[in-house]
């Protein structure tokens, strides 16, 4: 399997960016795919998940995960962004069961993108 996430970038606070994840290789729509994050110096950290459509307290209500079966892709939607949301953004997959929470449970990762958020 392979994921391949695009769509980082730099943005001013109170901005939006886009990111998706694609996955091949593999059939899609039965995965679990989830976005994490890893800012310098800290763990890599749950972001949501397409798991019960699950967000991390510190995302809801400006984040959005949704996902295109069709397209084999899952997009995260980040709006009101805040300069604590710059890190670099993982996108991961499984097939297996656990807790979606952590980024152990996830067997397949994409490349990182960075969002960097100016204040």
């Known amino acids: 399997v392979q994921l391949q996430a695009s769509g980082g970038g730099l943005v001013q606070a109170g901005g939006s960016l886009n990111l998706s994840c694609t996955a091949s290789?593999?059939?899609?729509?039965?995965?679990?795919r989830g976005w994490f994050r890893q800012a310098p110096g800290k763990e890599r950290e749950i972001v949501a998940s397409?798991?019960?459509?699950y967000y991390a307290d510190s995302v809801k209500g400006r984040f959005t995960i949704s996902r295109d079966n069709a397209q084999n892709t899952v997009y995260l939607q980040m709006t009101s962004l805040k300069p604590e949301d710059t890190a670099v953004y993982y996108c991961?997959?499984?097939?297996?069961?656990?807790?979606?929470?952590?980024?152990?449970?996830?067997?397949?990762w994409g490349q990182g993108t960075q969002v960097t958020v100016s204040s």
């Open positions: 290789g593999r059939r899609v729509g039965s995965d679990v």
């Open positions: 397409t798991y019960r459509t």
């Open positions: 991961a997959a499984r097939w297996t069961n656990g807790d979606m929470r952590a980024a152990s449970s996830y067997a397949y």
